[in-house]
């Protein structure tokens, strides 16, 4: 499957629990940025918070997001460029944290800045997953990821 058909099937997903995202058309197309795309990172951060026994931080979310990615995506394996210190990335994050907080996919505790999966997010992830194997199989290599980062220990300063 070539990116753009993920992405746009992620998009297609995000539209048929009807939640809307307006994505530009270019944002889509620009080489190596797919990474950066607003409705994979949500999709990211929601399999995330949706694993038992892992509490997300909101400021330790783009660095986590970063070395899932890093980890379960071949490419960026073998890149010499390492995501946790990518700047873009960090922005997309938080719009994609607001995103998933205002579609009540998930929610964002104020006094511990901990992000949780709500019951409407886990029922859009088990839908979407169920529907489309290349969700779930983009889902189970982030369970993998993270998996493997805690137990190098890898953990934001």
């Known amino acids: 499957?070539?990116?753009?058909?993920?992405l746009q099937k992620?998009?297609?997903e995000l539209d048929s629990a009807n939640i809307h995202l307006k994505v530009s058309p270019e944002s889509a197309k620009m080489v190596g940025d797919e990474i950066f795309h607003l409705p994979a990172i949500s999709f990211c951060?929601?399999?995330?918070?949706?694993?038992?026994n892992f509490k997300l931080i909101v400021p330790e979310t783009g660095h986590f997001v970063a070395s899932v990615l890093q980890e379960s995506v071949l490419?960026?394996?073998?890149?010499?460029?390492?995501?946790?210190?990518?700047?873009?990335?960090r922005v997309v994050c938080a719009d994609a944290l607001d995103f998933l907080e205002r579609a009540g996919l998930a929610q964002i505790d104020q006094t511990e800045k901990s992000v949780t999966?709500?019951?409407?997010g886990k029922d859009f992830l088990r839908?979407?997953?169920?529907?489309?194997?290349?969700?779930e199989m983009f889902h189970r290599g982030i369970v993998r990821g993270l998996s493997r980062v805690v137990a190098k220990g890898d953990r934001l300063l």
């Open 1 to 6: 499957m070539q990116r753009s058909d993920f």
């Open 10 to 12: 992620l998009i297609g």
């Open 45 to 52: 951060i929601l399999c995330l918070v949706n694993i038992r």
């Open 75 to 89: 490419g960026l394996q073998k890149s010499q460029t390492d995501l946790r210190w990518s700047f873009r990335l």
């Open 117 to 120: 999966v709500t019951e409407k």
């Open 127 to 135: 839908n979407s997953c169920s529907s489309d194997p290349s969700l």
